[in-house]
């Protein structure tokens, strides 16, 4: 098991390396130049390959190994970090832009090659608990190293000392990924699959309506599908907006990165793995219906925080607690949502299981990418009260639509029954 954790939390690790220097590097450079937060927000088109990604997600279901497909994919993101390297940000924006449209591009195909290695690794909920802790906590500190650990330290190191210690990270990762004998069952079930799509069994590949049809049949895909899409709507308009509000009114771009890259960012570290946990010992029925209305509390204090412009030590204090608290609990969210989705692709048949899960995936990230693109428009619009107010509001609606499939919904079929005396 442990072995399989290792594994997993390494490559979520550098999966997560691009959206750290996307989320939290990248928009306070930006910040900084002086552009608005209406364009702050579009760079998110940026992720759009991850919203592309359950279009070629039956491609890596069904022609090669995860393992080859996750070295070259961990080789690609070595080769686009050592291109950029080379270029100078201030001079080269439209490159920058480029380098993590790529970057995001491979990530979101190591991401299905990765999802499915661990829907076939993880069994029982005991292992399912942890494997998806791996999961977020490896995806949040490959983003804490990037847009926290690396913000801070780029004035001193320079732009391309970071993008080369970048190459090294995931050259060692892809040869770790080579040898890795947690895959080598894998290999064997490749050849298996292989002979059955010769032997007939490959009429799906030519009827891709088929496999869509079967997505949508597994079940408690529906409330799946709606729940991924509006968990985060209201959390991550704050979490993107609430730092540029500090970096407008309390806060130097060297002080953000400290406290919200890599503080606020470890208490969510800590929010996953305690799910991970808590999930081992009770439903996780009862623990999205509490959580989700203890955020929705936090949101009420972090919103209550945009009244004072005046910089002081207590105010720094206070956005600092409520960034921690706010991402203690959205790391505890996101483990046990990401539980929810595997949970519900284990009972599709094993050969849509990738496909399933990245579909998903695809509409969580969608849900996020969409919202988190508008919300710099609403705060210039609106003003940040008006913005935050709407947040708060869709904090609510989601814990009340996960309040009542906890008790009528299909979040009771997720409650473990308990095991005969």
């Not at 009429?203 to 729940?227: E, I, M, Q």
């Not at 407008?248 to 890599?262: K, S």
């Not at 990401?338 to 949970?343: I, L, P, Q, S």
Request: proline share 3%; charged share 10%; net charge positive.
């Amino acid at each position: 098991m442990n072995d399989k954790l290792v594994f997993l939390g390494l490559l979520y690790f550098v999966q997560g390396i691009p959206y750290g220097l996307q989320s939290s590097l990248l928009p306070v450079f930006l910040r900084g130049a002086g552009h608005s937060l209406t364009r702050i927000g579009f760079t998110k088109i940026l992720y759009f390959p991850w919203v592309l990604k359950v279009l070629w997600a039956p491609l890596v279901d069904r022609v090669g190994t995860k393992r080859r497909w996750l070295v070259a994919t961990v080789c690609g993101l070595a080769l686009t970090c050592l291109s950029s390297a080379a270029l100078a940000p201030e001079a080269h924006i439209w490159g920058v832009a480029g380098t993590l449209l790529a970057m995001n591009t491979l990530a979101s195909v190591q991401d299905i090659a990765v999802d499915g290695a661990a829907v076939g690794l993880l069994k029982g909920r005991g292992e399912l608990g942890l494997g998806n802790t791996a999961q977020v906590v490896g995806y949040k500190a490959g983003s804490v190293f990037a847009g926290g650990g690396l913000l801070a330290v780029i004035d001193v190191a320079g732009w391309s000392w970071m993008f080369m210690l970048l190459t090294f990270v995931y050259a060692g990762v892809a040869l770790f990924v080579w040898g890795a004998p947690v895959l080598d069952d894998e290999t064997v079930r490749g050849q298996q699959a292989e002979g059955n799509r010769r032997g007939g069994q490959g009429a799906d590949a030519a009827r891709p309506w088929r496999v869509w049809r079967k997505l949508l049949a597994v079940p408690g895909t529906s409330w799946t599908v709606l729940y991924v899409l509006t968990y985060k709507l209201g959390e991550q308009g704050a979490v993107t907006m609430f730092p540029l509000f500090l970096l407008d009114h309390h806060m130097t771009a060297r002080e953000l990165g400290f406290w919200n890259g890599v503080v606020a960012m470890g208490f969510s570290i800590c929010g996953s793995s305690l799910a991970g946990l808590l999930l081992a010992q009770f439903s996780i029925g009862a623990l999205m219906r509490r959580v989700f209305v203890l955020r929705t509390v936090s949101m009420l204090f972090q919103s209550s925080l945009l009244t004072v412009l005046e910089p002081s030590s207590l105010m720094k204090g206070m956005a600092v607690l409520s960034m921690s608290v706010q991402h203690f609990l959205g790391g505890v969210i996101t483990t046990l949502t990401f539980t929810t989705m595997m949970h519900c692709t284990q009972r599709a048949e094993e050969s849509i299981q990738a496909t399933h899960y990245s579909f998903l995936a695809t509409l969580e990230v969608l849900g996020k990418l969409t919202f988190s693109a508008l919300a710099g428009g609403l705060v210039d619009w609106f003003g940040f009260q008006m913005a935050f107010f709407f947040f708060l509001t869709l904090s609510a609606g989601t814990a009340l639509h996960v309040w009542t499939a906890t008790f009528r919904g299909a979040l009771r079929e997720h409650q473990p029954k308990e095991p005969p005396q």
